[in-house]
């Protein structure tokens, strides 16, 4: 198997899944050094502050450009919306990257 790197805490991703293969390696959550970012879009902001004025959590999904079907990605973002409790507020974001 080919190396697999998880940028994501292992605790917080919930520990290593049992089917996983040795080759997989968590390396820790990846932040962006560029400090040209000075602020979310508007609507991003706006959601966000809604959901923690409801006392909502808040969920993001970022795919960057992973070349995971639009399709998948909505429906996985639905079923957090759906099912998961307390009532979690869900962004899935998605990088540029070639169309489904």
Known sequence: GSPVLVPINEDAFGG???DWPET?????FIFQADQSV???????ADFIRQA???GRPLVLMAFSSMPVPTENILST?????ELARPDPA???ML???EPD
């Open 16 to 18: 290593r899944p049992a």
């Open 24 to 28: 997989a390696e968590f390396t820790d």
């Open 38 to 44: 000075t602020g979310l879009e508007p609507l991003y």
């Open 52 to 54: 923690r004025d409801a």
């Open 77 to 81: 973002a639905c079923l957090i919306a």
């Open 90 to 92: 869900v962004i899935a």
């Open 95 to 97: 990088g540029a990257r």
